[in-house]
C-alpha cells in the first residue's frame, strides 16, 4: 500500500530538515518503507481538501489506503508499532519508548518552540527581552533534566527507539544556540541520531525539496 505523506512545497527552514515532515520521513527510513511525498502551498494547506485531513492546517500528514492521520507523534507511533525497527519488543521497555515519544511532544517540544514563536510574533515588543529570559530558563530546565537522564548513555533507554527519533528532532530545533551547547552529552546525543544512515537519507530527501525550488526561482 502506498504511503503518501505532505510536507512544504516551500519550507521557510530553507532545507534544513526543522519542519516535522522530517521526523516522520526518518522514521520511514529506519524501517524501511518508501513512500510519497505531496508537497503543498500555505495557501493549499488552508483549503478544505488539506483539512479534511490535518484540521489545523499543517503539514505533515500520512495517507495509507483508507487511513488518514495528522500530528507527528501518532504517525511516527503508528509507523513504529506496525513495522519492526523503532520500538522493543519487550512489552515494557516497549511502553518506556512509547512514553519518551510523549515527553518528546509534550514535555520538550513546547518550551522550545516557545522560544520561535517569542521571536517571530513577539520580538519587537519593548519586553520582549524580559519574556525570552523567562522561555529560556524554562528550556534551560528541562534541557537539564534531560541531560541528567541521559548521562553517558547512548540512547534514552536502552536500544535506539522512536522516542530517540522524536527527542531528537524535537532538539535539532535549538542546533547551534549557545543555549544547547551547554550540553555537552546532548549535542552529543544529536550528532549521533544524525549519523544514522537513515536520518541522513530522509535530510537528503527533504533538502532536494529546497534545492529543486531554488534552482526553479532562478
Ligand atoms: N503538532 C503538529 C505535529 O506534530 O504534526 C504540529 C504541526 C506543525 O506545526 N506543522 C507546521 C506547519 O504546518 C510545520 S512544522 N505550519 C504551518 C501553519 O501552521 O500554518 C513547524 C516548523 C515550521 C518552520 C520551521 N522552520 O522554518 O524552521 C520549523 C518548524
Redesign the pocket.
Known amino acids: 500500500m502506498t504511503i503518501t505523506i505532505t510536507a512544504f512545497e516551500n519550507?521557510?527552514?530553507r532545507g534544513?530538515g526543522?519542519?516535522?515532515d522530517m521526523r516522520v520521513r526518518w522514521a520511514l527510513e529506519e524501517v524501511g518503507l518508501p513512500y510519497e511525498v505531496r508537497l503543498v502551498s500555505?495557501k493549499e494547506?488552508k483549503q478544505p481538501a488539506h483539512l479534511a485531513l490535518q484540521p489545523?492546517?499543517?503539514?505533515?500528514t500520512y495517507e495509507e489506503g483508507g487511513l488518514a492521520l495528522?500530528?507527528?507523534?501518532a504517525i511516527i507511533l503508528h509507523i513504529a508499532e506496525r513495522h519492526p525497527g523503532l520500538l522493543p519488543d519487550d512489552a515494557n521497555a516497549r511502553a518506556r519508548a512509547i512514553a519518551w515519544i510523549f515527553a518528546a511532544?509534550s514535555t520538550m517540544e513546547p518550551v522550545i518552540v516557545d522560544r520561535e514563536t517569542a521571536r517571530f510574533e513577539e520580538g519587537t515588543e519593548s519586553w520582549y527581552d524580559e519574556r525570552l529570559a523567562h522561555v529560556e530558563r524554562r528550556i534551560r530546565k528541562r534541557l537539564g533534566e534531560l541531560s541528567r537522564r541521559l548521562g553517558d548513555a547512548d540512547w534514552l533507554d536502552g536500544t535506539f527507539s522512536a522516542g530517540d527519533l522524536l527527542m531528537i528532532s524535537v532538539l535539532l530545533?535549538m542546533e547551534g544556540s549557545a543555549l544547547l551547547a551547554e550540553y555537552p552529552n546532548l549535542c552529543g546525543y544529536i550528532a549521533r541520531g544524525q549519523a544514522r544512515p537513515a536520518y541522513q537519507r530522509a535530510f537528503e530527501a527533504q533538502r532536494a525539496v529546497f534545492l529543486a525550488v531554488s534552482a526553479g526561482g532562478q
Not at 489545523?56 to 505533515?60: A, E, H, N, S, V
Not at 495528522?70 to 507523534?73: D, I, K, N, T, V
Open positions: 519550507s521557510p527552514d534544513r526543522l519542519a516535522r500555505f494547506m489545523f492546517g499543517q503539514i505533515p495528522f500530528e507527528s507523534g511532544v530545533r
